[in-house]
T-cell receptor
Framework: GAGVSQSPSNKVTEKGKDVELRCDPI?????LYWYRQSLGQGLEFLIY????????KSGLPSDRFSAERTGGSVSTLTIQRTQQEDSAVYLC???FGTGNYNEQFFGPGTRLTVL | QKEVEQDPGPLSVPEGAIVSLNCTYS??????FMWYRQYSRKGPELLMY????GNKEDGRFTAQVDKSSKYISLFIRDSQPSDSATYLC?????????FGAGTQVVVTP
């Protein structure tokens, strides 16, 4: 596709349920990033992938959060036993590489609401 | 303390005015500096980037970096209602991006 796509665009779930968020990066982009955006908090880095490997998982807020990437393409962010504080917009970005300047192209995000 | 500080606004200006946005950062190791624009319910998109102190112009946009003060700015000249968006600064070191909270800008006709 022309850009980064994410699904679903909106997700409403009940506290305690598991959710899966999907990201399709731009074809050929080897690096993939997940961020969380809460009101007034800016973009919070969660994890990034270089190929299928995740060299930096330091941003994952708890062990309820996990992510994987298969075939160097699609990535899934899973949140287990969701809590109300998990409500946010989850953004995915991809880039050609992970050097100091590699423009990150963002998807439209998944808006997660935990009731 | 956050590594990048940015006033969240909102900043409201009349059409045609100059919009002035800024961020401060704490770590002198940051090497690249970027500004992203984010429209409502969209992902951020890159506006400008620079890696040296000084000014960089692109049309109505000017990015300014002062590494000695750890201060970056974005100026928008002749602002238009279509410039209404959230503007996020980003600083980069060794490929790791740190984003500011974003400043919401509203340009009123």
């Amino acid at each position: 596709g022309a850009g980064v796509s994410q699904s679903p665009s909106n997700k409403v779930t009940e506290k305690g349920k598991d959710v899966e968020l999907r990201c399709d990066p731009i074809s050929g982009h080897t690096a993939l990033y997940w961020y969380r955006q809460s009101l007034g908090q800016g973009l919070e880095f969660l994890i990034y992938f270089q190929g299928n490997s995740a060299p930096d998982k330091s941003g994952l807020p708890s062990d309820r959060f996990s992510a994987e990437r298969t075939g160097g393409s699609v990535s899934t962010l899973t949140i287990q036993r969701t809590q109300q504080e998990d409500s946010a917009v989850y953004l995915c970005a991809s880039s050609f590489g992970t050097g100091n300047y590699n423009e990150q192209f963002f998807g439209p995000g998944t808006r997660l609401t935990v009731l | 303390q956050k590594e990048v500080e940015q006033d969240p606004g909102p900043l409201s200006v009349p059409e045609g005015a100059i919009v002035s946005l800024n961020c401060t950062y704490s770590n002198s190791a940051f090497q690249y500096f970027m500004w992203y624009r984010q429209y409502s319910r969209k992902g951020p998109e890159l506006l400008m980037y620079t890696y040296s102190s000084g000014n960089k112009e692109d049309g109505r946009f000017t990015a300014q970096v002062d590494k000695s003060s750890k201060y970056i700015s974005l100026f928008i000249r002749d602002s238009q209602p279509s410039d209404s968006a959230t503007y996020l600064c980003a600083v980069v070191s060794w490929g790791k991006f740190q984003f500011g909270a974003g400043t919401q800008v509203v340009v009123t006709p």
